[in-house]
């Protein structure tokens, strides 16, 4: 019964540490990457489709993406796409592909991103902390239904704590490097 109460924690902690990734690919650094694009849905014959399926998009350099829809007819649609995504970039349609520019991060901005990274890094922690909280819980219930001895309460208690505090260490790497990334200028 313990080993399945630290399977089921552990498992709700890997799942706070792939949203907090998720959460984090979304935030803008000065640098374009591809699935900074991935909540852009485009009108595919009626369908909300996403934007790296109904094209392909790369980054040319740095600075920049490069879109080219499967079908020319598209364009149109992934240009109102891109506006209405509110993304923050303007795209340039050239009549076979679309360009973005990613703007400049002032310092103001770049300060701004790494106060939200740490508010997301945070919440990450406390669902971390929450998978700990409902497996103690769990311990303690079964402690007092005599299901488990106080031994094995205590090996897995402190087993659970040791998970815990590796996925907190996870969390915390996570973010100082997207924190670090968003201040390189």
């Known amino acids: 019964?313990?080993?399945?109460?630290?399977?089921?924690a552990e498992n709700?902690?890997?799942?706070?540490?792939?949203?907090?990734?998720n959460e984090l690919k979304k935030v803008r650094t000065g640098r374009a990457q591809v699935n900074m694009l991935d909540s852009v849905r485009v009108n595919y014959y009626g369908q909300p489709a996403p934007l790296n399926q109904v094209g392909s998009?790369?980054?040319?350099?740095?600075r920049s993406f490069l879109i080219a829809p499967w079908e020319t007819s598209l364009l149109k649609?992934?240009?109102?796409?891109?506006?209405?995504?509110?993304?923050?970039?303007?795209?340039?349609?050239?009549?076979?592909?679309?360009?973005?520019?990613?703007?400049?991060?002032?310092?103001?901005?770049?300060?701004?991103l790494?106060?939200?990274?740490?508010k997301i890094v945070e919440d990450a922690r406390v669902a971390i902390?929450?998978?700990?909280?409902?497996?103690?819980?769990?311990?303690?219930?079964?402690?007092?239904?005599?299901?488990i001895s106080e031994d094995e309460n205590k090996t897995a208690t402190d087993a659970i704590q040791k998970i815990t505090d590796e996925y907190i260490k996870k969390v915390d790497q996570i973010g100082a490097e997207k924190e670090k990334e968003l201040l390189t200028v």
């Not at 679309?98 to 310092?107: A, F, G, K």
């Not at 790494?114 to 740490?118: E, Q, T």
Request: hydrophobic fraction near 35%; charge should be positive.
């Open 77 to 112: 649609e992934i240009e109102q796409a891109i506006i209405k995504s509110d993304i923050g970039m303007a795209p340039q349609n050239d009549g076979k592909v679309i360009r973005l520019r990613l703007p400049e991060l002032t310092e103001e901005r770049r300060k701004d």
């Open 129 to 147: 902390r929450m998978a700990r909280r409902e497996a103690n819980d769990a311990l303690k219930s079964a402690l007092k239904d005599k299901a």
């Open 1 to 8: 019964m313990t080993e399945e109460l630290k399977t089921k």
């Open 57 to 62: 998009v790369s980054c040319p350099d740095a």
């Open 12 to 21: 709700s902690m890997k799942q706070a540490v792939q949203a907090l990734t």
């Open 114 to 118: 790494v106060k939200s990274i740490k």
